[in-house]
């Protein structure tokens, strides 16, 4: 049987590891916190997972929280300009639901899944120290650290990251946010204010059942970039209402009622989107292949980076199983993921970037989606099927050759 070491144990690392369980391998977990630690911590994420990667983690029987956690098949984007005022709004559809899963939730249960299953977990922190000796006791070792400290051992990849973050995010959740429409189906909501930021609400399931997440983008030194102080819960949603009512009024009628879900239940933070090389040298010639955040790190304005450690997992699972008895060599670790990168997380890197930027032709896109329907469908599933990015919205001529064809 061979051994195999999961270092880390969010998204990717515990579906990694619980597939490789499945398959009959030696899975030794090393895990930062316990499931009551998640349970009892603070908030990590939005986490929205767009319909393929559920069905990833479906195929996976992983997904125990699918009909407990509200489904969301609207995404209601509304461009506001000047503060206060709605310039466009329409729906968005999704093909497929999406969900998000508080990842305290989903962590600690995927860890007791994978206890119950019969795998082995230690509960420490990691070092190099620790690492070297897991790369040297096991076939493989594969950095599933998230942006820990960890993945400092693996060369940043210049050119594909940015040298610094472009938005400050600021996250809370909160029980009784209204819905324009109460008797319709949940919604996401998105609006976006030029040259301040951007604002997302994400129908979600948390520890006390269901909830919204509020997700705010800052542009950096802008006027939404107003909680480096890290206010508490409660601080940071009044603060929150008041930038509600100047630069999204519509929306701040909605949130007379709420209150933060739990003590923990806020983020503050920023992302410097980085593209890390896959493979790390330690000593003795011995090596470890990282996946998900650890080499591959978006901001979150798109919703993609577990989505991405999701299709990452799949992805490392399938090449490990099909490389049978062989050597797992830096050779097939930078294969595996030049194949990963290739069909799944560049695309989700560049559409990114992409959004980050907001080029001309975007825009464009933004305003022809109110106009027509097909657009707006085409753009909520670029969301959730990145790969859909390169052939329309990767240069200017794509999309207007696409937008002429209409
Ligand atoms: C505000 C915000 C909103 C987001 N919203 C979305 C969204 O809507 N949709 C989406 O797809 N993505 C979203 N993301 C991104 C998503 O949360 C991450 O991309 C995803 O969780 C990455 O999974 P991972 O397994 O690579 O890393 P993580 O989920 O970070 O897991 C890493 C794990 O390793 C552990 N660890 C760290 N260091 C060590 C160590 N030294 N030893 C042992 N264990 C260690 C950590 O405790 C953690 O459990 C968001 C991120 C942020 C910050």
């Known amino acids: 049987m061979r051994r195999i070491a999961v270092v880390g144990a969010g ?17 030794t977990l090393v895990a930062a916190r316990t499931p009551q630690q998640l349970r009892g911590g603070r908030v990590l994420s939005t986490q929205a ?11 996976a029987g992983l997904d125990l929280w699918a009909d407990r956690a509200p489904a969301v098949y ?3 984007a509304t461009l506001a300009a000047p503060p206060g005022v709605r310039a466009l709004a329409y729906t968005m559809t999704l093909d497929e639901p999406a969900q998000s899963v508080d990842q305290r939730l989903k962590m600690a249960g995927w860890l007791e899944l994978f206890a119950e299953r019969g795998g082995r977990t230690e509960y420490r922190a990691v070092d190099r120290a620790g690492l070297q000796q897991l790369a040297e006791t096991h076939e493989l070792t594969v950095v599933a650290t998230g942006r820990g400290e960890l993945a400092e051992l693996f060369a940043r990849d210049a050119g594909r990251s940015a040298p610094q973050p472009l938005r400050t995010l600021c996250c809370l959740y909160a029980h009784g946010v209204g819905a324009p429409d109460p008797a319709a189906e949940p919604r996401a909501r998105m609006n976006a204010i030029p040259q301040a930021g951007e604002l997302y609400l994400q129908p979600a399931l948390t520890l006390s059942g269901p909830c919204s997440i509020l997700l705010w983008e800052a542009v950096p030194g802008g006027p939404l970039d107003c909680f480096a102080d890290r206010p508490g819960p409660v601080e940071q949603l009044d603060r929150m209402r008041g930038l509600l009512r100047e630069y ?19 983020l503050y933070g920023a992302v410097t989107p980085t593209v890390r090389h896959p493979v790390a040298e330690l000593d003795h010639g011995c090596h470890v292949f990282g996946i998900g955040d650890t080499v591959v790190l978006n901001d979150p304005i798109t919703g993609q980076g577990a989505n991405n450690a ?9 090449a490990i199983t099909e490389h049978g008895e ?4 830096p050779g097939w670790m930078r294969r595996t993921f030049d194949l990963h990168w290739r069909e799944e997380a560049r ?9 980050l930027a907001m080029p001309e032709h975007l825009q464009r896109v933004f305003g022809a989606a109110a106009e027509h329907p097909q657009v707006a469908r085409r753009l909520a599933n670029t969301y959730a099927e990145p790969s859909d990015y390169p052939s329309w919205l990767a240069t200017p001529e794509l999309t207007q050759a696409y937008l002429a064809s209409l």
Do not use: K
């Open 49 to 59: 997972m767009f319909g393929p990667a559920l069905r990833i983690e479906r195929a």
């Open 310 to 318: 999701a299709r990452a997992a799949a992805r490392y699972l399938r």
């Open 248 to 266: 999204l009024p519509w929306e701040y009628e909605l949130w007379a009622e709420a209150e933060p879900t739990d003590a923990l239940g806020n």
């Open 74 to 76: 609207s995404v209601d």
């Open 11 to 27: 998204q990717a690392g515990l579906h990694l590891a619980l597939g490789l369980l499945a398959a009959g391998y030696r899975v």
């Open 347 to 355: 695309h989700s890197v560049e559409f990114t970037a992409s959004m």
């Open 326 to 329: 062989a050597a797992f060599t």
